[in-house]
């Protein structure tokens, strides 16, 4: 069974990092394409950042230069680390994973706010 478990959320103030994780189990992230999306309220989830299985990175205009998304495939976990954030990112954060079908992680909040 997949399992995708996200932790690494929480308030920060503006112009401050986050590091959030997805950590897999039942699947290997280096088997298929990961991904990290959010939502904010009374919005669509959107993509925000993707890692191919190849490790090649594609990022959103309005997070390019300030997110970076990796992988570690020893700790078999994806992450997504946050800088320079802004109140308009405040939103909830999922990870996604495409292999054989579609994993979703439960979300974690992400409130930027002084």
């Known amino acids: 069974q997949v399992q995708l478990v996200e932790s690494g959320g929480g308030l920060v103030q503006p112009g401050g990092s986050l590091q959030l994780s997805c950590a897999a189990s039942?699947?290997?992230?280096?088997?298929?394409?990961g991904a990290w999306y959010r939502q904010a309220p009374g919005k669509q989830r959107e993509l925000v950042a993707v890692?191919?299985?190849?490790?090649?990175?594609t990022y959103k205009d309005f997070v390019k230069g300030r997110f970076t998304i990796s992988r570690d495939n020893d700790k078999n976990t994806m992450y997504l680390q946050m800088n320079t954030l802004k109140p308009e990112d405040t939103a909830v954060y999922y990870c996604?994973?495409?292999?054989?079908?579609?994993?979703w992680g439960q979300g974690t909040q992400v409130t930027v706010s002084s």
């Open positions: 996604n994973l495409q292999y054989r079908g579609d994993y």
């Open positions: 890692i191919s299985r190849d490790g090649i990175t």
């Open positions: 039942g699947v290997f992230f280096n088997s298929g394409s």
